[in-house]
């Protein structure tokens, strides 16, 4: 009788998969028009820094260590896989091999980590994406160190436009400046470091981010739209900064929503300054599936370019996996 019984790993593997379909079945159904999505983020998506396990021991993790010193003989629940942990941040610290997609209405981001430490948690490895949508192709490498309440990214993107040129130089720009088809093909490289921060405060968490992109392979004299920053650029240097507060609910607080501030400088640029604001929200439907979204709409900015130059990067889920 026991034969019929399936294994905890193709049952894990079965669970996972049915969430996950279910999640993209509910966002499809609630999603905004696609071309309020139409942006990609072309550099790794970050998650705000999660705190430490305010439990110092889960009951997941109380049964993967008492599984891990059970005797191999005894009686065990075929349906239930006890070496599963609850939280990324929990398990042992070792060398792993990682993967994250993200996929939403109009864009497809797989990320693939190599490191040391706990996968998610707290490491120091590489990262590496593809960047595929239906504005351009691209990719993305770089050095990764992740703490408790801080996450540094230093690393090269290249992207390769489908409908952007480069543009000559103008106080301002509209949609008809954005899309025009004259000049060359954007193909630009850029240099980007990235730190992302929270601290607790109340019933959830202030967080920041602060990040400086160098940006080449621009002809002289002209300006590019910097696909990850949403922006027009004259190069090289652009800084950013994001401030915020989200609540954080859930069992374990692993839920978010919150409200977020971005201002954006372009040096080089007269009169560039930009700030956009807006909701993100974070739901956690387990360890390895989310539902995100973010919808940080433009109110102050040079240009008159529309939701292309805001922050409407996510209305999907992301899958996470990583080597036990």
Do not use: C
Not at 242 to 265: C, N
Not at 282 to 306: C, K, N
């Amino acid at each position: 009788m026991s034969a019929l019984v399936p294994s905890r790993s193709l049952t894990t593997t079965l669970a996972n998969g049915a969430l996950a379909a279910t999640a993209l079945v509910a966002i499809t159904a609630f999603a905004t028009p696609a071309f309020a999505q139409a942006s990609p983020e072309t550099g790794p998506m970050t998650d705000t820094p999660l705190p430490p396990d305010e439990k110092p021991s889960s009951p997941s993790a109380r049964a993967a260590d008492a599984a891990a010193t059970a005797d191999p003989n005894a009686n065990t629940d075929d349906l239930v896989d006890l070496s599963m942990r609850r939280s990324w941040n929990e398990g042992r610290t070792r060398a792993f091999v990682a993967t994250t997609l993200d996929v939403g209405w109009t864009y497809l981001r797989p990320r693939a980590s190599v490191g040391y430490g706990k996968p998610f948690g707290t490491w120091i490895g590489f990262d590496v994406n593809p960047i595929i949508s239906g504005a351009g192709i691209g990719a993305y490498a770089g050095l990764r160190i992740a703490l408790p309440r801080l996450d540094i990214r230093v690393g090269p993107r290249y992207y390769f436009s489908f409908n952007r040129r480069y543009l000559n130089p103008r106080g301002s720009y509209n949609n008809l400046d954005l899309d025009s088809s004259l000049g060359g093909a954007a193909r630009i490289l850029t240099y980007e470091a990235e730190a992302e921060a929270s601290a607790p405060f109340g019933p959830g968490d202030l967080v920041g981010l602060a990040s400086v992109s160098y940006v080449t392979n621009v002809p002289d004299g002209q300006y590019v739209f910097e696909e990850s920053l949403r922006m027009i650029v004259a190069p090289p240097l652009v800084w950013r900064a994001r401030v915020g507060y989200v609540i954080r609910f859930g069992s374990f607080r692993q839920h978010s929503l919150g409200l977020v501030a971005d201002f954006v400088d372009v040096p080089k640029r007269d009169d560039s300054k930009t700030m956009r604001l807006g909701p993100v929200v974070r739901v956690v439907l387990s360890r390895r599936v989310e539902i995100r979204g973010s919808f940080v709409a433009t109110v102050v900015s040079p240009d008159h370019i529309g939701l292309v130059g805001g922050d409407f990067t996510e209305l999907g889920f992301r899958y996470r996996w990583a080597t036990e």
